[in-house]
């Protein structure tokens, strides 16, 4: 069922921030010249937000009433609006490179006393490129599909780059080709452009990315490619295609109603945005009962939808926001909402719901997308998972390679970054996050580190042992920085199969081969840091002055030396760097207030000054069981007042990055707020810290491009 939002709700859900910054003036243009306008920005994007202001001659606000006075953007697509703050909202898409449109603020005493000013609005990327990433080997090809908010007109320019900021382009061919490049225009629909990547028959030193620009605006997410020359070829679009015969898992699917719905002037109601996740495995009951196993939030719409609800295959997301219900639907359904683990509760752990699968709908064997081995194509095929109740994770095995198969990013590989993870996450009873539902802790997850291992629409894909096919757990959030950093939570495949049994009356086991079998593991991401991150001279001084007072007093007993560094478990602060022989040799955590960091190497280096940089790092953790104990329970104690904090969402165990024979906490902050306080240690830890955006669960969602804002009346409910 879908829900009908209001003009106020869409007002929200169509703001992607205040753009510009700064404040420009413009004198009135009409009437008496007793008040100007001001304006945070004159530009904007799709969607995009300019906040106006009327300024008596005194410099306080003038009352006055807003109109949009004329626009050149077709009359069909809308030029937006404006409310009665002088908030300016631009049009959700366009139908030529750029319009214009005048605002205009009449004084509410003397209506005939007017001020205008002219606003552009350039289109944008609807959503990242898709693929969002693939593996080639030398000579293979790919296409790329990029939309942009213009209706029935625009293009977009490709090249290729070393950097996905779109540095290092090169012309000579040594990062493969880019050709066939079209575009698809509808008058009523975004418009499409694609192009075909070929990649080079030499692998390059360095990863490619396939850039797309608009109007000189580029996308922020690129195509990033990984070519290889193991034969493997694996592409997330046919995670995201219609799928005919038996459904193999890891495709995209949702419920059926999980999109939003406006209604124009008329009363006549539209779909205006919908939502779509990843069908992760399949399960089964004592009675050999088959059901579909993803998060609640793609299932059962936060627990806002009904057990009952038709699961459809792809999701609406990749359906055109056309439900069964109406006209034109590509999508079949699946199976029916059976169960689902309630998310408004303490006493759950979970996000997890289950569909009891139409008959022949779905792979009785429970094969996953790229689970196989490559065919003759080179395109790994599907297969299953371990049969069974998954894996336990143990000191032992917490350096393993992990994979997942999911919707949007398709077959990933990462290592494991973090376990006794308590983390909040934001729940919204809506697809556009407008109505905010519920604000949940999880205790006990896992986190996988990187910022490509999943993406939005990942969500419900089943994480595994790359090395053997063994469920680990079920991806449901995550969060980046924008910049490179980024982790992904996972329920435990056991707490998952053990809470959503409850629901169902009977235990639940994984469908799959009892043999267990390697996955290719695919990374996107750098295994380790390549440096640390930049710290400003005044610091590094100060670390250089504790470093030279401190090398008398630390050397021996397998301490070769000292000097200033960069810390790698708190990003942008100092650390006194310390030189020793053996990784057990005993270095204070901090000197001064400074953190210090652990290299291990030989007196030779550093008397040559050639000692590495920074510590030798592995991915995953590998800690003992007595380690992992002790900062266990720190957590347990610790957790709760750090939670505390507003800016502070998430604490777990991780492996110190700075001294990586030691155990640490991870600390996970919000970006855009700053702690009551960041110590180095607690409890006689490490502290790391990590700052990401807030996390929220991971739907992937599409907004339509068939109506205007403007055309919005009023609400009937929600879902």
Not at 72 to 90: E, H, I, R, S
Not at 466 to 477: D, K
Not at 492 to 513: C, K, M, R
Not at 581 to 591: E, G, N, S, W
């Amino acid at each position: 069922m879908g829900r009908v939002l209001t003009s106020r709700l869409l007002l929200a859900c169509l703001a992607l921030g205040v753009a510009g910054c700064g404040s420009i003036t413009f004198p009135a243009q009409a009437g008496s010249g007793s008040f100007s306008l001001s304006a945070n920005a004159v530009s904007v994007g799709t969607n995009g937000q300019i906040a106006l202001r009327a300024v008596l001659p005194s410099g306080d606000a003038a009352p006055v009433t807003w109109r949009i006075a004329a626009g050149t953007n077709a009359p069909t697509l809308g030029q937006g609006q404006v409310d009665a703050t002088g908030m300016y909202t631009a049009p959700g898409s366009l139908s030529a490179d750029s319009m214009t449109v005048r605002v205009e603020a009449a004084l509410e005493s003397d209506p005939r006393s007017t001020a205008s000013l002219t606003i552009a609005v350039h289109p944008g990327f609807v959503q990242p490129l898709l693929p969002q990433n693939v593996a080639l080997t030398p000579g293979a090809t790919a296409e790329v599909t990029a939309q942009i908010a213009e209706v029935d007109a625009g293009r977009v320019t490709w090249s290729l780059a070393t950097t996905p900021g779109g540095e290092g382009s090169s012309s000579t061919g040594a990062l493969g080709s880019l050709n066939s490049s079209a575009c698809q225009r509808n008058s009523d629909r975004y418009t499409t452009c694609t192009v075909t990547y070929t990649a080079p028959s030499a692998i390059p030193q360095q990863d490619v990315y396939v850039v797309a620009a608009v109007n000189g605006s580029t996308v922020t997410s690129p195509l990033h490619v990984v070519l290889n020359s193991r034969g493997i070829v694996s592409n997330p679009i046919a995670n995201q295609a219609i799928q005919t015969g038996p459904m193999m898992l890891g495709a995209s699917g949702g419920n059926d109603g999980d999109y939003d719905t406006y209604e124009d002037h008329d009363g006549n109601s539209f779909v205006a945005d919908c939502c779509g996740g990843t069908l992760g495995a399949l399960v089964e009951d004592e009675q050999k009962n088959q059901y579909i196993l993803s998060n609640n939030h793609v299932l059962a719409e936060s627990d806002q939808a009904q057990v009952g609800d038709t699961i459809d295959q792809p999701g609406l997301i990749d359906g055109a926001c056309t439900p069964l219900s109406r006209a034109g639907s590509t999508l079949h359904p699946v199976g029916t909402l059976t169960a689902f683990v309630p998310l408004a509760s303490t006493q759950t752990n979970v996000d997890a719901a289950l569909a009891l699968a139409a008959p022949g709908s779905v792979d009785p064997i429970g094969s996953i997308l790229g689970l196989g081995t490559p065919g003759r194509d080179q395109t790994l095929g599907a297969a299953p998972p371990m049969a069974g109740r998954g894996e336990t994770l143990t000191a032992a095995n917490l350096g393993m390679d992990v994979a997942k198969s999911g919707r949007t990013t398709g077959l990933t590989c990462s290592s494991i970054d973090a376990v006794a993870l308590a983390v909040k996450v934001d729940y919204y009873k809506d697809c556009a996050e407008t109505q905010p539902y519920y604000t949940k802790t999880f205790e006990n997850q896992i986190g996988i580190g990187g910022t490509h291992f999943t993406d939005s629409g990942d969500s419900g894909a089943l994480v595994l042992d790359a090395s053997n096919a063994e469920a680990v757990g079920l991806y449901f959030a995550g969060g980046t920085d924008g910049d490179g950093n980024g982790l992904s939570v996972v329920n435990p495949i056991g707490d998952v199969l053990h809470e959503l049994s409850a629901q169902a009356g009977s235990q639940l086991n994984l469908v799959g081969t009892n043999t267990p079998h390697p996955v290719a593991c695919l990374r996107y991401d750098p295994a380790v840091p390549a440096e640390p991150p930049y710290v400003g001279p005044a610091a590094l001084g100060r670390a250089q002055t504790i470093a030279a007072d401190a090398a008398d007093t630390l050397r021996g007993n397998g301490i070769l030396g000292t000097a200033a560094g960069r810390s790698l478990d708190s990003p942008g602060d100092p650390a006194v760097v310390v030189y020793v022989d053996h990784a057990t040799a005993t270095v204070p955590q901090t000197i001064e207030g400074v953190r210090t960091q652990v290299i291990v190497t030989d007196a030779g280096l550093v008397a040559r000054g050639t000692a590495p940089t920074m510590p030798t790092l592995e991915p995953g953790i590998h800690l003992s069981s007595a380690a992992l104990a002790g900062a266990t329970a720190v957590e347990r104690s610790v957790a709760p007042q750090l939670m505390a904090d507003p800016a502070i969402f998430g604490v777990g165990v991780t492996q110190s990055r700075d001294n990586p024979a030691e155990p640490a906490l991870l600390v996970l902050v919000d970006i855009s707020r700053n702690p009551q306080s960041m110590p180095a240690t607690l409890g006689g830890l490490r502290v790391e810290y990590m700052r990401l955006h807030r996390f929220h669960t991971t739907l992937s969602k599409w907004a339509t491009a068939q109506r205007s804002g403007c055309s919005v009346q009023r609400s009937a409910g929600s879902r």
